[in-house]
């Protein structure tokens, strides 16, 4: 038995039954009722014992539920007033006077946690951030060196360096990416404008490699996020798409239905529960669709995720993976 509401009534219930339990036998040995009793003792009993035993009970087991849906109700409203704050990635801050005395102390705990928790994230974007920051320099003189190597090495060495520096923007665009950046500096993001636009960009990059990239819009509905953040989680979705190609096959970027960005390809497809080891952080996945240096599914979920959206693989019906964001109001 799980349920408070169980508990709760099981208890009061059982405190009920004892209780008529002791007030029947109390009446027995008083009236004597191992004998005869008589016709007065009988309507006694029912009029002074039976009726108002009944009576008390009614009204016992009708205080005992209200009593009972009260408690429910609050622990109810602290429930969704912990899951708002949880989705806005904010401390729950209760007025813990409002709560009962047996409650104070579970509501301080997760209030502490909470606290805890944000700080810690807090301090892990700005960790991310800073990083970021801090490389971008070194990288961008290690670029200036490549010009005294030989033409051999170069561009082997450009490459890399370009890789990376795509990856430390991941990287800044991902501690950007919170709820709170969301909700100050957030606007609408047009999903159709915004894979027409990734397709302008990486097209002459797919028929280099002998890929075809096009579009299609269904439908779409407006996303609240920063558009470059989702932008950059497209992009990397598509570069895998692309690798996991064969050559002459085809990458397609979807708009719509609803609030939502498919990207389709020819490849082996990536089942859900491979889809969740690689999105996990440290996995690597050069030889799958997970990015050259292992991030890329894992920065664009986190993008997602920041956003109330989510990446999800399209199989069975497709080969492919979408984004999938919460409903905007126009």
Do not use: W
């Not at 709560?99 to 974007?125: G, K, N, W």
């Amino acid at each position: 038995m799980k349920s408070i509401r169980q508990r709760l009534l099981a208890g009061l219930g059982l405190s009920g039954v004892l209780g008529a339990t002791v007030l029947a036998i109390v009446v027995v040995l008083q009236y004597d009722l191992f004998g005869t009793p008589t016709g007065d003792a009988q309507t006694e009993i029912i009029e002074h014992v039976a009726l108002p035993l009944i009576l008390f009970l009614l009204l016992f087991g009708t205080g005992a539920v209200l009593v009972v849906r009260r408690v429910e109700r609050d622990l109810e409203n602290t429930a969704k007033e912990v899951s708002a704050a949880a989705s806005r990635l904010e401390s729950y801050d209760p007025n813990i006077q409002s709560f009962p005395t047996e409650l104070q102390p579970f509501v301080t705990s997760v209030s502490e946690l909470t606290h805890r928790l944000m700080t810690h994230a807090r301090r892990q974007e700005a960790f991310a951030a800073d990083a970021a920051h801090e490389l971008k320099t070194p990288l961008a003189l290690l670029t200036l060196e490549l010009d005294k190597l030989s033409e051999k090495d170069a561009p082997r060495l450009r490459k890399h360096i370009l890789s990376l520096s795509e990856m430390i923007d991941q990287l800044l665009l991902l501690a950007r990416s919170n709820s709170t950046d969301i909700v100050s500096s957030g606007s609408l993001v047009d999903p159709a404008k915004l894979v027409r636009s990734i397709v302008e960009d990486m097209a002459p990059a797919a028929i280099a490699i002998r890929r075809e990239l096009s579009c299609e819009v269904t439908e779409p509905k407006p996303i609240m996020g920063l558009d470059e953040a989702i932008g950059a989680a497209v992009r990397t979705l598509v570069s895998n798409a692309l690798r996991a190609t064969p050559s002459g096959g085809q990458v397609t970027l979807v708009a719509g239905p609803g609030p939502m960005i498919t990207i389709l390809d020819e490849g082996c497809g990536l089942p859900s529960d491979e889809l969740e080891r690689l999105k996990a952080r440290g996995v690597r996945a050069d030889s799958a669709a997970g990015g050259e240096a292992g991030l890329g599914l894992a920065i664009a979920d986190r993008i997602a995720e920041a956003h109330g959206g989510e990446l999800l693989t399209c199989l069975p019906e497709q080969n492919g993976l979408k984004l999938v964001f919460p409903s905007t109001a126009n």
